[in-house]
C-alpha cells in the first residue's frame, strides 16, 4: 500500500515544485520512512532519512516538553506566576505581568503580540535573554487568558523561563531533558552543528524554478519558538515518545504529563477546537488529533499529527512550500485507518459581509479583507523589510462568510471567523492569530 504513498510523493512533488520531501509513520509501532528529491536544488544531495530540515514551530512542542519535565521535577507550576521566577521581566500592561500564568504561555494565551522580530546577527549566549529584555515594548493586546492567539513570543518567554529556572542555556537544557534521553542525536540548533550533517537548504519558487533561498532557518533567539533542525528519522523517535510513551532512555516526562499535554486546557478558533501544552487539537471524522506544523517563512515546512486512539502518527518534512504536507497526511488517514473528514453542513451567508472588510495587523504582515461577489478575500502584505529579504508572499484565502461570522473555505471548512473583544476591538481569528482591525 506505501507503493500508492509513495508514487504521491514522487509526483506530488514535481506537480508543487517542492525539491524534497521526507515522511515518516509510526503504525502500531512500525516505522516507515519515505523521501523524494534533493535537499538542495544546487548541490543535488538525495534526501535521506538523516537529512535535517528546519521544522518550525513543531519546535514549540519540544520547548513545552522541557517545561513540564520541570513542572514533574517541582521546579515550578502551571498556574505559578511567571514574575515569580522571572522578577525582571518588563511587559508594557503591569497588570498583565502581575496575571500572567506559565500556562498562558503554554497555551497561546497571554494575550502580548506574538509575532515579533528577532536579530538574525545575534547567535552569541545572551540572544535569548537580550530578546526578552524588550518584551516591554510589545503591545498588550488582551487579558492573559481571555482568548487564545498563536503566540511565538509567548513560547519564547517560556523557553527563556526553563533556561533560567534549570540554570542551563536553552540548548543544552532541552539536548539533556529531552533531545538525550530519546536518542535524538541529529536534532540541533546551531548552524555549525548542522553543516557537519546532510541538511535541507528552503526554496522559494522563482520564475517556475525552485531556487534555494539565502537564509537560515530562524537567528538564535527563536529557538524556543521554532528553532530545531531535526531528520524524520528523529521526528519517528519524537512521535513515537509522544504517541505511545517509548523512548531509547529514559522519558523526558511520564505518561500522565505526557497526556495532560494532549488535552485541552483552552479553547480557540477554527479550524481547531483546543489547544493543549501547547498541541493544536481537532477531529478529523470522529478521530481525535493532536498535532503541531512548523513553517520556516514558507521556505521549510513541517507536519507532526498523532492519533492516539488509533496507534498512528505522521511526519512530514519539505524544503519548500506547497500543500504536499497536509495532502500527504490525509492519505494516511483515509488508507491506514479509514478515517475522511465528515461531511460540511449547510450554512446561512451572512446579511453584511461588507462590515467586516478592512486591515488586520499581525505586526510581520496584514492581512486585508476585500469582497468579491460572495466571496470574502483575505490577502496577507507582508512587511516591505521581508519582502526586501527575499521572504515569499504568504497565500491568498477565499472564503464565504457565514452568519455566525465563521468564514468557510469551498469545502465548507471553517478556516477563521471574525470576533469583537469586550473592549469593542474587532479581531480577524485565523492561521491561529487573533489580529486586530486597524
Same mark, same amino acid.
Given at each position: 500500500m506505501l507503493d500508492a504513498l509513495q508514487e504521491l510523493l514522487d509526483d506530488g512533488a514535481r506537480e508543487m515544485n517542492v525539491p524534497g520531501v521526507a515522511v515518516g509513520i509510526v503504525d502500531r509501532g512500525t516505522e516507515h520512512v519515505l523521501t523524494t528529491g534533493v535537499a538542495s536544488t544546487a548541490?543535488?544531495?538525495?534526501?535521506?532519512?538523516?537529512?535535517?530540515?528546519?521544522?518550525? %514551530?513543531? %519546535?514549540?512542542?519540544?520547548?513545552?516538553?522541557?517545561?513540564?519535565?520541570?513542572?514533574? =521535577?517541582?521546579?515550578?507550576?502551571?498556574?505559578?506566576? @511567571?514574575?515569580?521566577?522571572?522578577?525582571?521581566?518588563r511587559l508594557a500592561d503591569a497588570e498583565a505581568l502581575d496575571q500572567l500564568l506559565v500556562r498562558h504561555l503554554l497555551t497561546h494565551s497571554g494575550g502580548f503580540l506574538g509575532d515579533i522580530d528577532d536579530d538574525a546577527e545575534d547567535w552569541g549566549p545572551d540572544a535569548l535573554r537580550k530578546s526578552i529584555a524588550r518584551f516591554g515594548e510589545l503591545p498588550q493586546l488582551f487579558p492573559p487568558g481571555a482568548i487564545a492567539s498563536y503566540s511565538n513570543s509567548g513560547l519564547r518567554l517560556l523557553g527563556h523561563l526553563c533556561a533560567v529556572v534549570a540554570g542551563r542555556g536553552f540548548e543544552e537544557l532541552i539536548t539533556e531533558s529531552v533531545l538525550a534521553p530519546l536518542g535524538m542525536t541529529d536534532s540541533v540548533y546551531f548552524p555549525w552543528e548542522a553543516i557537519t550533517r546532510p541538511v535541507a537548504t528552503g526554496h522559494v519558487v522563482v520564475d517556475g524554478v525552485a531556487t534555494p533561498a539565502p537564509v537560515w532557518g530562524l537567528a538564535r533567539d527563536l529557538a524556543p519558538e521554532g528553532g530545531l533542525l531535526s531528520s524524520v528519522r528523529d521526528q519517528l523517535r519524537y512521535a513515537r515518545f509522544h504517541l505511545r510513551g517509548e523512548?531509547?532512555?529514559? /522519558?523526558? !516526562?511520564?505518561?500522565?504529563?505526557?497526556?495532560?499535554?494532549?488535552?485541552?486546557?483552552?479553547?480557540?478558533?477554527?479550524?481547531?477546537?483546543?489547544?493543549?501544552?501547547?498541541?493544536?487539537?481537532?477531529?478529523?471524522?470522529?478521530?481525535?488529533?493532536?498535532?503541531?506544523?512548523?513553517?520556516?517563512?514558507?521556505? =521549510?515546512?513541517?507536519?507532526?499529527?498523532?492519533?492516539?486512539?488509533?496507534?498512528?502518527? @505522521?511526519?512530514?518534512?519539505?524544503?519548500? /512550500?506547497?500543500?504536499? *504536507?497536509?495532502?500527504?497526511?490525509?492519505?494516511?488517514? +483515509?488508507? &491506514?485507518?479509514?478515517?475522511?473528514?465528515?461531511?460540511?453542513?449547510d450554512v446561512e451567508p451572512h446579511p453584511s459581509p461588507d462590515d467586516v472588510l478592512g486591515r488586520?495587523?499581525?505586526?510581520?504582515?496584514?492581512?486585508?479583507?476585500?469582497?468579491? =461577489?460572495?466571496? !470574502?478575500?483575505?490577502?496577507? +502584505?507582508?512587511? =516591505? #523589510? &521581508?519582502? #526586501?529579504?527575499?521572504?515569499? %508572499?504568504?497565500?491568498?484565502?477565499?472564503?464565504?462568510?457565514?452568519?455566525?461570522?465563521?468564514?468557510?473555505?469551498?469545502?465548507?471548512?471553517?478556516?477563521?471567523?471574525?470576533?469583537?473583544?469586550?473592549? *469593542?476591538?474587532?479581531?480577524?481569528?485565523?492561521? &491561529?492569530?487573533?489580529?486586530?482591525?486597524?
Open positions: 548541490a543535488g544531495a538525495p534526501v535521506t532519512a538523516d537529512t535535517l530540515f528546519a521544522i518550525g %514551530s513543531t %519546535s514549540k512542542t519540544v520547548t513545552a516538553t522541557a517545561a513540564m519535565r520541570l513542572i514533574e =521535577q517541582g521546579a515550578f507550576g502551571l498556574d505559578t506566576r @511567571v514574575a515569580e521566577l522571572l522578577p525582571d521581566l523512548a531509547e532512555g529514559s /522519558a523526558p !516526562i511520564g505518561d500522565e504529563t505526557r497526556r495532560t499535554m494532549q488535552r485541552a486546557h483552552i479553547e480557540v478558533g477554527p479550524p481547531l477546537e483546543g489547544i493543549g501544552l501547547p498541541w493544536l487539537l481537532t477531529h478529523v471524522g470522529d478521530a481525535r488529533v493532536v498535532r503541531h506544523g512548523g513553517n520556516i517563512s514558507n521556505l =521549510q515546512l513541517s507536519e507532526m499529527v498523532l492519533l492516539p486512539d488509533h496507534d498512528l502518527a @505522521v511526519t512530514v518534512l519539505t524544503n519548500g /512550500a506547497s500543500g504536499l *504536507g497536509p495532502q500527504v497526511v490525509s492519505w494516511c488517514l +483515509e488508507n &491506514l485507518r479509514g478515517i475522511r473528514p465528515a461531511p460540511a453542513d488586520y495587523d499581525v505586526n510581520l504582515w496584514q492581512n486585508v479583507v476585500t469582497r468579491e =461577489q460572495d466571496e !470574502i478575500v483575505i490577502t496577507p +502584505e507582508l512587511r =516591505q #523589510d &521581508l519582502i #526586501d529579504l527575499g521572504l515569499p %508572499s504568504l497565500p491568498t484565502v477565499r472564503a464565504t462568510l457565514g452568519a455566525d461570522l465563521l468564514l468557510r473555505d469551498p469545502d465548507g471548512r471553517a478556516v477563521g471567523r471574525f470576533l469583537t473583544a469586550a473592549d *469593542g476591538t474587532e479581531f480577524l481569528h485565523m492561521g &491561529l492569530r487573533a489580529a486586530p482591525r486597524i
